[in-house]
């Protein structure tokens, strides 16, 4: 089983910056591909940017060049830097992980509880 604790999330004008974090915790073999998500009002959750345990990286059109995902694979923690932030930003962000629970297991997927960014204009 894997908890996931996102944090960092908060009320930003545009133009400004956020850093997001999430760390995995619980009993688990390893930490898969890690994942941010956004949830707007009335919208569905949208992928923003990926990261494998590799460290190779991938993002929506929308925020290239703006945002950036890394991980500290030791501390099973991945974020995301947000610059430039507009207020089409604005959403809910999860935080998703595949996690292997033991050796030779099927992948899990977990998710974090959200954390709320709002980029006033």
């Known amino acids: 089983q894997v908890q996931l604790v996102e944090s960092g999330g908060g009320l930003v004008q545009a133009g400004g910056s956020l850093r997001l974090s999430c760390a995995a915790s619980?009993?688990?073999?390893?930490?898969?591909?890690m994942a941010w998500y956004r949830q707007a009002p009335g919208k569905q959750r949208d992928l923003v940017a990926v990261i494998t345990s590799g460290g190779i990286t991938n993002y929506a059109d929308s925020v290239k060049g703006r945002f950036t995902i890394s991980r500290d694979n030791a501390k099973n923690t991945v974020y995301l830097q947000m610059n430039s932030l507009k207020p089409e930003d604005t959403a809910v962000y999860y935080c998703k992980c595949n996690a292997d629970v033991y050796s030779g297991s099927p992948q899990y997927v977990y998710w974090g509880q959200g954390t709320q960014v709002t980029v006033s204009s």
């Open positions: 619980g009993n688990f073999f390893r930490i898969n591909a």
